[in-house]
């Protein structure tokens, strides 16, 4: 009996290594990496540039960066992620809101360890300045964490379109 609880142990182990880190949203596009340390056996910490595409306002693309870790830990996907993470959101086309939104929705979240630890990047509106403004930060189950970052998007006309959409407008 106790081999077979090991056993089973041990496959629900592999099971997890093998599960992507990756939670709650489409998988962000992957730009580039670049490595920060050597390790001569194991996967080199890297940083990592990803890029998503807010799914309710066309027209709005994010790129953050987020740190990774490498070593044996990392290589498995049992290393728990720093909370460093950098966003920059721009407008790449003409901003269509595709339905309506409420301050603080998450436009994209990834987790950052295997158990209680995840990144969010949410969305909301500065409706004085026709604003959409982006925040990214990490939280735990158990303790929170202040390490956040934000990006703005004034919402310009684009083209020879003078129309612009108030983001006022699609809040809930």
Same mark, same amino acid.
């Given at each position: 009996m106790l081999t077979i609880l090991k056993e089973a142990g041990a496959a629900f182990v592999v099971l997890l290594a093998l599960?992507?880190?990756?939670?709650?949203?489409?998988?962000?596009?992957l730009i580039f990496r670049k490595s920060t340390t050597f390790q001569l056996l194991t996967p080199n910490d890297k940083l990592a540039v990803y890029g998503i595409d807010d799914p309710v306002v066309e027209g709005v693309a994010c790129h953050y960066t987020a740190p990774e $870790?490498?070593?044996?830990?990392?290589?498995?996907?049992?290393a728990e992620q720093t909370s460093?993470?950098?966003?920059?959101?721009?407008?790449y086309a003409p901003i269509k809101f595709k339905? $309506?939104?409420?301050q603080g929705d998450v436009v994209f979240s990834e987790r950052r360890s295997i158990f209680f630890k995840k990144m969010q990047i949410v969305r909301g509106c500065d409706t004085k300045r026709n604003i959409l403004v982006y925040m990214t930060y990490s939280d735990k189950l158990v303790e929170g964490s202040p390490k956040n970052s934000t990006s703005t998007v004034p919402i310009q006309p684009w083209g020879g379109n003078g129309d612009v959409q108030k983001c006022a407008d699609f809040l809930r």
């Open positions: 599960t992507p880190v990756r939670a709650d949203s489409l998988d962000p596009d $870790k490498g070593g044996l830990t990392g290589a498995l996907g049992l460093d993470i950098s966003l920059a959101c721009r407008q339905e $309506k939104f409420s």
